[in-house]
């Protein structure tokens, strides 16, 4: 993911399920990504800031989402690194609740195009934020586990932690 802001700020956490790099500009909370996660970004040139306060209110909220203390996040986001499609698939995906799921059809049509499931899919998987943009809850027609960049244990110990399976 190539980011059109100069200055990205980051920071690494730790979490039951892996490392976390998190992302943010002047505008929000721009990126999580689980170590090893596919489509991650080229971190070279960013600024390690433990004290940048989006990235300190995103880990502080992750651990509580972790901990079983949090469904909902509060965080400034900043979604403007994506085409326009994948911006209204992303935000399309922070309309589905905790603890229920979707398919990529139903997620289709929601975006007003449903015959674009593919592409839908294809910017499902680019999302930027994991966990608090939840990707994770858009499940395969059949309600089958399908593709998460952050890897299939990971989706459905999230789904798990959420009691949507």
């Known amino acids: 993911m190539k980011f059109k802001t100069a200055t990205i700020y980051s920071t690494h956490i730790d979490s039951p399920l892996g490392g976390i790099t998190l992302a943010a500009t ?3 909370l721009a990126g999580a990504w689980f170590d090893r996660q596919r489509h991650g970004p080229d971190t070279s040139g960013w600024q390690t800031d433990d004290a940048h306060p989006v990235l300190r ?8 989402y972790f901990a079983g ?10 979604l403007s690194h994506g085409t326009a499609f994948q911006q209204s698939v992303w935000q ?4 589905i609740p905790a603890g229920q799921t979707t398919s990529y059809g139903a997620l289709s049509a929601g975006v007003g195009n ?22 994770h809850r858009v499940l395969g027609a059949d309600g089958s586990l399908t593709g998460y960049a952050g890897g299939l ?9 959420e009691g949507a399976l």
């Not at 499931?117 to 934020?129: C, D, L, T, Y």
């Open 153 to 161: 244990d990971r989706k459905s110990a999230l789904l798990e932690l």
């Open 57 to 64: 209110e995103a880990a502080a909220q992750l651990g509580d």
């Open 69 to 78: 203390r949090r469904e909902h996040f509060d965080l400034p986001l900043d």
């Open 26 to 28: 002047g505008q929000g």
């Open 114 to 135: 449903p015959a674009a499931v593919r592409a839908v899919g294809a910017a499902v998987g680019r999302n930027p934020i994991s966990v608090i943009v939840p990707c």
């Open 92 to 95: 399309a995906l922070l309309a």
